[in-house]
């Protein structure tokens, strides 16, 4: 294997270790280390670009680390939907309390006057 294929191989390795990382933090709603780990992420994929794989993509390694990436990113996808629906439930939750406070008062300091 060449130098740039053994160069190429551990920045995906990396890559793939960051992006297993940011499953773990997503799943214990631990934001911030998941942000911190997506931008860690960009660096890589920044370096990844730069650098020349040697054919390394071709390789049945490189073939096989693309599909374990591929099938935890859509893990990551789905994850980050689940909990956009939860914020957006919530959300409309207390909006609906926030709605309903005012004129409940409201009342409430009617029926005494």
């Known amino acids: 294997m ?3 294929c053994q160069c190429s191989r551990g920045l995906w390795r990396n890559y793939l270790f960051v992006t297993r990382e940011m499953g773990k933090f997503l799943a214990q709603v631990n934001v911030d280390m998941f942000l911190n780990l997506l931008e860690q992420r960009e660096k890589l994929q920044k370096e990844i670009e730069k650098a ?3 054919g390394f993509k071709d ?3 490189g073939q096989q680390l693309a599909g374990e ?3 935890i990113n859509e893990e990551l996808v789905c ?3 689940r909990m956009r629906n ?3 439930k919530q959300q409309k939750i207390s909006v609906a309390y926030d709605v309903m406070r005012p004129s409940f008062l409201g009342n ?3 029926q005494k006057g």
């Open 2 to 4: 060449s130098d740039q």
């Open 52 to 54: 020349d794989d040697g």
């Open 59 to 61: 390789l049945p390694e």
């Open 69 to 71: 990436l591929e099938q």
């Open 79 to 81: 994850q980050l939907e």
């Open 86 to 88: 939860q914020l957006e």
């Open 108 to 110: 409430r300091m009617d």
